[in-house]
């Protein structure tokens, strides 16, 4: 056998090693993404709940998440046509991940901390993470929680 083909032979099953690892840890790895849901009944399962639907763009489900008070006194945002219509018109989807932090509660208010990671991998010069940081207020309406701040989506932008 000559020196290109061995080197041929040599690379090709290289390749083919690469892809058979890359493929087992594809397999492999789907499975650790799993979100563990916290109680519902609980301001941080309210938000919770909120981003996952957010994530599977059942836009009505989260916003059943808002309070109707609170919509009712955004000017903008006080339908579910103009609140869902940020999320739809958007152009790109960049990747994101929210983190619950603290969360007091005070009798039927709560403040929930997130940390929202935006990936935006169209910017070749910047830091593509873009992490910004909000506190979501929540008031207990009989047993449940509903998101009165913020209600405009503007957020995972």
Not at 25 to 45: K, N, R
Not at 60 to 79: D, G, M, V
Not at 136 to 154: D, H, N, R
Request: hydrophobic share 40%; with cysteine.
């Amino acid at each position: 056998m000559r020196s290109s083909n061995r080197w041929l032979c040599a690379f090709g099953i290289t390749i083919g090693v690469l892809v058979i690892v890359a493929v087992v840890l594809v397999l492999t790895m789907t499975g650790e993404g799993a979100v563990t849901l916290l109680p519902e009944d609980t301001p941080e399962g309210t938000v919770q709940r909120y981003f996952l639907a957010i994530e599977a763009k059942d836009y009505e489900k989260a916003y059943s998440y808002l309070s109707p008070s609170a919509i009712a006194e955004q000017t903008y945002y006080n339908s579910y046509e103009k609140w869902s219509q940020a999320f739809i018109q958007r152009r790109q989807t960049n990747a994101w991940k929210a983190t619950l932090g603290e969360s007091p509660v005070t009798d039927d208010r709560a403040m929930v901390a997130v940390t929202i990671d935006v990936f935006r991998p169209d910017t070749p010069f910047e830091n593509p993470v873009r992490t910004r940081h909000y506190v979501f207020q929540l008031k207990k309406e009989g047993t449940s929680w509903s998101i009165i701040a913020p209600v405009y989506p503007l957020y995972l932008y």
